[in-house]
């Protein structure tokens, strides 16, 4: 008897992108509910690894493709398998990791299966046979509970909001491979070019996240090289000042972010960005550095476990919602505050 | 070439939104369109621009939403439409993208439909995919760069800015794509422009028109809340130098446990 419920595994080049784990687990406990175990789909190149991974986290079930066709991620024949499967096994469920390919494959299979989606949950229970999801709207000002009354039920798990399973090297099975459903013929998009960018950590996945803003720029007495205009010489100081930003980030093992001010002024890639119109983050400790805190730059961080916050101005808003705040010049904190925690950390 | 941009009124990103008596409010915060939705309005202006053709700024939603077809307007969209039916009073992304597809196919034509990527009050960021896929049209979303959109060859090639990288993907014509926020600066609207959309009658179709009933909704919302309140107490840190302070911050970082 096929399982009722499955979930997406989203990889890139043979790796498991960690909230994929996170929502295997989440189906673990849909299905101790609904009954039945789990099936993970892995799609793409060098996916059997990961499909054989994919048993030690919790897999009852392990299907992959790896066909010529969806050697590049695209929506179309991506979702055209996901969506054969899913509804020749007439699954109850369907977890996607919240990452852009699992929203946009989530969002397309409950099309073709006449469903419903629910991205970005952070919470899932069951009542009689309905799977009931808590995700954040407006922002995260406000909570929702949502159902979707057709099958399969479909979500996609937010990054960090469920328990990130531990391997069980006792567990294991063969996956079982399966082809894809569209020929190249059929489909109207093609992949010309790629290029990754160099790793460092991805920010929705850290633990911890020290944060730039505008404030990042603000040191005077710092002299930028002869022959640069007014605003070279605002980037140069921001360098500086992310430098220091990074070196903390480096010492915990986190990542780099960013508030919209400070990737506007040309500091930072947008990728750095923290916010509303930037990334979602909601790691163990977030050190904001030279930011105000808007509502919109909360509305990516406020679910942080602990947040710090470095600025001059006692009254700015980042520190309402800061366990610990530092009045003071980022410039003289940071550069103490590294090798301190460098020390500790041995 | 016929381009259309489709734009959702929203409370603004500044509005305190609360649940009082079982409703969300958002007080005397104004509604706005979409800020995902300016970056989509813009690149389709681009396009229409360089290529020729009109700009049709679509949304479903009731009659206040036209302020936010207005503003498409006056940015230089060509016209605006209103879908508006009040058999669509319950409605998910999947209703609303199929209404939308709807659209689209009547308006015929249609080469490019660009969308926001994400409605900042729902914060669903699906309604682009969904309604590609109801479209049957390719989907090319977290777009950061067009560059080239060739309506004689059928094809349009775009940068897409994703989670390791960046993708060239070409595809072909008809096609929907969602835009981020890299791939150009709004443009304020013109004072020539306010003035043309403030005239501007803006048509509405109802689903009778479009040939449709409404499409069920599968996705409800039984309840919306206030999230538990966090209790923060801040804690400032100081010391009688930039030293002490860093060491003392330290320590209590180091027993929160969280490193
Ligand atoms: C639709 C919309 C979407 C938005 N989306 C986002 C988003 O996704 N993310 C986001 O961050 N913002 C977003 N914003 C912008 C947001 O409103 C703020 O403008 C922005 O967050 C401010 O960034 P900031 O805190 O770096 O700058 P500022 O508000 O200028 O704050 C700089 C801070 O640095 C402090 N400072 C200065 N010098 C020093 C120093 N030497 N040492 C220590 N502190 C110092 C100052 O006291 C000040 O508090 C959005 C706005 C809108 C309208
Ligand atoms: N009611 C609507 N009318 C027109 N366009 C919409 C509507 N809802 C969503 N969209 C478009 O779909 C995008 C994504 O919305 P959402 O999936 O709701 O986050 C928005 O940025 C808009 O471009």
New binding site residues.
């Given amino acids: 008897m096929s399982n009722k419920v499955f979930v997406y595994i989203d990889q890139f080049k043979g790796a498991a992108l960690p909230v994929s784990w996170e929502s295997l687990s989440a189906a673990r406990s849909l299905a101790e509910n609904l009954g039945g175990g789990v099936t993970a789909l892995v799609i793409g190149p060098q996916s059997q690894g990961v499909a054989n991974e994919a048993f030690q986290y919790g897999a009852d079930e392990v299907l992959y493709a790896d066909d010529a066709t969806l050697a590049d991620y695209r929506p179309e024949p991506y979702t055209a398998l996901i969506s054969k499967l899913v509804k020749d096994a007439a699954a109850e469920a369907l977890l996607f990791p919240t990452t852009s390919r699992g929203r946009e494959l989530a969002a397309m299979s409950a099309v073709d299966l006449e469903s419903g989606v629910m991205p970005d949950v952070t919470a899932l229970s069951v009542e009689g046979g309905q799977v009931i999801a808590t995700r954040p709207v407006y922002a995260g000002k406000l909570l929702s509970r949502v159902v979707c009354s057709a099958k399969p039920q479909i979500a996609t798990t937010r990054t960090r909001a469920f328990p990130a399973p531990q391997p069980d090297a006792s567990r294991s099975g063969t996956p079982t491979k399966v082809d894809a459903v569209l020929a190249e013929a059929d489909i109207s998009s093609k992949v010309v070019e790629y290029t990754t960018s160099d790793g460092g950590v991805s920010l929705a996945d850290a633990a911890v996240i020290v944060s730039?803003?505008?404030?990042?720029?603000?040191?005077p007495a710092l002299t930028p090289p002869a022959g640069l205009d007014e605003k070279q010489a605002e980037v140069w100081r921001a360098q500086q000042?992310f430098k220091l930003v990074s070196d903390l980030a480096t010492v915990l093992g986190g990542a780099v972010g960013?508030?919209?001010?400070?990737?506007d002024a040309g500091y930072i890639p947008y990728e750095h960005?923290?916010?509303?119109?930037?990334k979602v983050v909601s790691p163990d400790l977030y050190i904001a550095?030279?930011?105000?805190?808007?509502?919109?730059?909360q509305?990516?961080m406020r679910t942080s476990k602990v947040i710090v916050a470095?600025?001059?101005?006692p009254e700015?808003p980042?520190f309402k919602m800061a366990r610990f705040g530092v009045v003071?010049?980022?410039?003289a904190?940071l550069p103490p505050f590294t090798e301190a925690l460098r020390k500790k950390l041995g | 070439m016929k381009i259309v941009v489709c734009v959702k009124q929203v409370p603004?990103?500044?509005a305190k939104v609360v649940v009082e008596n079982g409703t969300v409010t958002w007080g005397d915060a104004p509604l706005v369109i979409n800020?995902w939705d300016e970056y989509a309005v813009e690149t389709a202006l681009l396009q229409k621009e360089a290529l020729g053709g009109e700009v049709t700024a679509i949304t479903l939603g009731g009659e206040g939403a036209k302020e936010a077809l207005k503003h498409a307007l006056a940015m230089g969209a060509s016209d605006a439409i209103l879908i508006s039916d009040p058999t669509m009073s319950e409605s998910d992304s999947q209703s609303v993208a199929r209404v939308l597809a709807a659209a689209i196919q009547k308006l015929g034509d249609v080469k490019v439909a660009f969308f926001g990527r994400q409605a900042?009050d729902g914060d669903m960021g699906v309604t682009a995919a969904q309604t590609a896929r109801a479209l049957g049209w390719p989907m090319l979303s977290l777009v950061s760069v067009i560059n080239s959109l060739d309506p004689a060859a059928g094809t349009i090639r775009v940068g897409r800015a994703t989670e390791e990288g960046r993708q060239v993907v070409e595809a072909k014509l008809p096609a929907v794509v969602s835009v981020g926020k890299d791939i150009a600066e709004p443009r304020y609207p013109s004072f020539m422009g306010i003035r043309k959309a403030s005239r501007a009658e803006i048509p509405t179709w109802s689903l009778a028109e479009l040939g449709i009933s409404a499409p069920s909704a599968v996705v409800k919302w039984p309840e919306v809340m206030n999230p538990p309140t966090r209790e923060v107490v801040t804690e400032l840190v100081s010391g009688g130098s930039p030293q002490e302070i860093a060491e003392n911050l330290a320590e209590k970082i180091l027993a929160e446990k969280v490193l």
């Fill in positions: 730039g803003g505008r404030g990042v720029s603000n040191n000042g960013a508030s919209r001010a400070a990737v960005q923290v916010g509303q119109t930037g550095c030279g930011i105000s805190g808007a509502i919109q730059h509305a990516g470095i600025n001059k101005d700015a980042i003071g010049d980022l410039y904190i | 603004d990103s500044a800020p900042i």
